[in-house]
T-cell receptor, first 113, second 113 residues
Framework: DAGVIQSPRHEVTEMGQEVTLRCKPI?????LFWYRQTMMRGLELLIY????????DSGMPEDRFSAKMPNASFSTLKIQPSEPRDSAVYFC???????????FGDGTRLSIL | DAKTTQPPSMDCAEGRAANLPCNHS???????VYWYRQIHSQGPQYIIH???NNETNEMASLIITEDRKSSTLILPHATLRDTAVYYC??????????????FGPGTSLSVIP
């Protein structure tokens, strides 16, 4: 079975550039989550969707961050403009229903120079 | 903030049982204990969860004390592939709202040949 698929796996770009991270949740899962992981702050929830609708974006660090879920099989996390402190591993996770265990992708390792 | 405390690291001999403790002394009546693990360079992986009864699945067993203030995750026969960071998480499961999954620093388990 295909798990959560994230792309790209690695991204290196210069500060000021727009970065778009992509996620395909597991088919049939109604909830989708975006996390960020750094050495300093650990794993943090950024935003989550239920039935394609954003429910809580209080974890999004700044207005430079935005996330969309145009349909049940695709979500994006966009950073514009990017800064070096945005360097982290970004994970997408999905679950069948909101309160059921989450399945994580393998993440996108983002480096902003 | 995480509602749990775990030892930062543990070692276990290959083939032996790995017993990972977790303290959650402020747990509420509607809060479950969840365990996830994260193998290097991968996303977190759900292991098991429970409310007050002991639970077992193909991956592990979860033992929750009678007062629910602590629990132990047991990997019955640890292999090298079980080397990972193990996260103990306490969260409520409610029908009409979502209690965020908050990851603390976890326990880094090293399985030694």
């Amino acid at each position: 079975d295909a798990g959560v698929i994230q792309s790209p796996r690695h991204e290196v770009t210069e500060m000021g550039q727009e970065v778009t991270l992509r996620c395909k949740p597991i088919s049939g899962h109604n909830s989708l989550f975006w996390y960020r992981q750094t050495m300093m702050r650990g794993l943090e929830l950024l935003i989550y969707f239920n039935n394609n609708v954003p429910i809580d974006d209080s974890g999004m660090p700044e207005d430079r961050f935005s996330a969309k879920m145009p349909n049940a099989s695709f979500s994006t996390l966009k950073i514009q403009p990017s800064e070096p402190r945005d360097s982290a591993v970004y994970f997408c996770a999905s679950s069948p229903l909101l309160n059921q265990p989450q399945h994580f992708g393998d993440g996108t390792r983002l480096s902003i120079l | 903030d995480a509602k749990t405390t775990q030892p930062p690291s543990m070692d276990c001999a290959e083939g032996r049982a790995a017993n990972l403790p977790c303290n959650h002394s402020t747990i509420s009546g509607n809060e479950y204990v969840y365990w996830y693990r994260q193998i290097h360079s991968q996303g977190p992986q759900y292991i098991i969860h429970g409310l007050k009864n002991n639970e077992t699945n193909e991956m592990a067993s979860l033992i929750i004390t009678e007062d629910r203030k602590s629990s132990t995750l047991i990997l019955p026969h640890a292999t090298l592939r079980d080397t990972a960071v193990y996260y103990c998480i306490v969260r409520a499961v409610m029908k009409t709202s979502y209690d965020k999954v908050i990851f603390g620093p976890g326990t880094s388990l090293s399985v030694i040949p």
